[in-house]
């Protein structure tokens, strides 16, 4: 017949275990500290959880019970914390493997429409068409590669705003003929006081000049891999649309 172990025995050797339990969980644990910008909804200080891209990060990440530090920081900025080496990542970002970093799997999505005004709808089949219209755009910011490369070229009029806001009541005051955003900024930003105002004057062009899909871009160095498969093995744990949609308001 097996002896009794005794309870102080017993005692020890469960506080061993709960100790190495919790030293193995400190090991691997970690915090991904990533830089971003303000652009809400997708990411913000002001917004609940930092916006529904820091959300689906952190979910990600906490499948490996790591966590998400963010610095929110002006885009400019926030785009050279990468490329000179101040964070890992930045995020959100379209995808853009001629930079030569590397980019997450999709943490949201970015339908790129035209805001127009109701008594000046854009009428256009294919992108070049816009030629006849001026263009409302953001300094640094990337459109389309057709947008892009006809400003670029020249034959794209443009006119360059400080930021969507600016853009929005431009367009209302007919200063410029359309702009080009993310539907779903549009959307978070017609609450604001300001651009509330306005809004009866303007609508959504029907057409979508594209659909694109969110990012984080790392480093491309073995920190930066490491992290951008870290993130990849949550992301594909989750609906990343799903909870977009779930957070988003419609967009009408």
Not at 65 to 71: D, E, G, P, R, Y
Not at 149 to 175: H, V, Y
Not at 200 to 217: A, E, G, S
Request: charge should be negative; include cysteine.
């Amino acid at each position: 017949m097996m002896a009794a172990v005794p309870i102080k025995l017993k005692q020890y050797c469960l506080f061993i275990i709960l100790t190495t339990l919790c030293l193995s969980s400190e090991i691997t644990a970690d915090t991904l500290e990533l830089s971003t910008l303000e652009w809400p909804p997708f990411s913000g200080s002001e917004l609940p959880e930092q916006g529904i891209n820091s959300q689906i990060i952190s979910k990600a990440l906490s499948f490996e019970n790591h966590t998400l530090a963010i610095a929110v920081l002006p885009w400019n900025r926030a785009a050279r914390s990468v490329t000179t080496g101040q964070t890992i990542g930045y995020y959100p970002t379209y995808y853009n493997p001629a930079n030569g970093l590397l980019f997450s799997d999709p943490i949201g999505a970015s339908p790129i429409v035209l805001i127009e005004r109701k008594n000046n709808p854009i009428i256009w089949d294919k992108v070049s068409d816009l030629n006849q219209y001026e263009l409302g755009v953001l300094k640094g910011y990337i459109n389309t590669v057709e947008v892009d490369e006809m400003i670029a070229n020249g034959s794209q009029k443009f006119e360059t705003g400080i930021d969507e806001k600016q853009n929005i009541l431009k367009l209302a005051a007919g200063r410029i003929d359309t702009i080009i955003m993310d539907v779903n900024v549009y959307q978070y930003l017609k609450s604001d006081p300001q651009v509330a105002k306005v809004t009866h004057l303007l609508q959504v062009n029907p057409k979508v000049l594209q659909d694109k899909t969110l990012h984080i871009t790392f480093n491309n160095n073995q920190e930066g891999k490491k992290w951008c498969d870290i993130i990849n093995q949550g992301l594909a744990k989750l609906d990343v649309n799903a909870m977009q949609n779930a957070v988003l308001p419609p967009t009408k």
